[in-house]
């Protein structure tokens, strides 16, 4: 059987389209999804390729709107918090197993557009049918949106393109939350060991934290930066267990909060008699920290399976962003401060 029979016996596909028009299949996809992205001569070339094959675009509401591959893209960040990783992508799986996608992975080494053009890229070289992203996208550029814009994308951290939808957790007030909860305690002041300013959820929990205190009329003190790593908690737990006036800290991770304990521990100042400690994520070995920590809950394994979920609406989506309300965990890191 020739090459040309087998095409003849099969249904035409988006890259025989795009073969035929001249045009990339990104650009076949945006032109059957009516985007005003496509001048009207290459519009028209898509369209009579698509009647010359009879090509049928699936539009379906239940399935991803260009349904090339029935595979669905990851992008992850090889650095930031191991559990948060492998929970989002076990949500991810699970949900686009059950609905009958596979899914294709690509981690990359920093928070670099040049990295996240290149992956983005290859998932669309792949002809994955959606993208989640779970890395913060500080910088969008041009390229990101093209991709974004041709194929359905959720973004599970806050940060967005301009056709992506976004699914996170309001990070500015899980920081208010955590933070309130220790000035609720009667905590006078409350020091912050921030994750890298380069993240947005950093950035948001720190600004969270520090609108509260000045709600308050507490003015802010000095910022401790970590790098989401118990290390660099460890560290900076150092150098506040020697500020004696220290009785409260919002750590942004639960991972960095392990290493604060630590170091106050080490340092003879005890949790939470001495200092309280509260923090962000509520991984599974928060419970189990000594004392068990007190946390604003982010539920990774369930956002990875929503983003799949909102990438399933199809090309129009009951929701654009969904953003979930941060919960506190309050468990034995945090007390009333000693008179």
Known sequence: MT????????????????????????TVSRTLRDSPNVNPETRQRVLAAVEQLGYRFNSAAKMLSSGRSHTIGLVLLQSGGYYSRSAVTAGVEAAAGEAGYAVSIATIAGLDTGLMERSLGKLADQGVDGIVIAVPLISVTQKMEDITRDIPTVTVDGSRTAGARVLGIDQREAGRVATQHLLDLGHRQVWHVAGPDEWIE??????????????????????LEGD??????????QIL?????????????????????????????????????????DIALAAYCAPPLTTVRQDFYASGAAAVSLLLQGPDPVDDVVIEPPLLSVRSSTAVPRL
């Open 241 to 281: 267990a020697m500020i004696p006036e220290v009785t409260a800290i919002f750590a942004a991770s639960d991972e960095m909060a392990f290493g604060v304990i630590r170091a106050l521990r080490e340092r003879g100042r005890t949790v939470p008699d001495d200092v309280s400690i509260v923090s962000v994520d």
């Open 228 to 237: 989401w790593s118990p290390d660099s908690g460890f560290q900076q737990g």
């Open 202 to 223: 950093a950035r948001q929990r720190r600004q969270g934290w520090q609108e509260c205190l000045a709600a308050a009329g507490v003015e802010a003190p000095p910022v």
């Open 3 to 26: 090459d040309a029979t087998t095409r003849a016996m099969r249904q035409p596909s988006m890259a025989d389209v795009a073969r035929a028009a001249g045009v990339s299949a990104q």
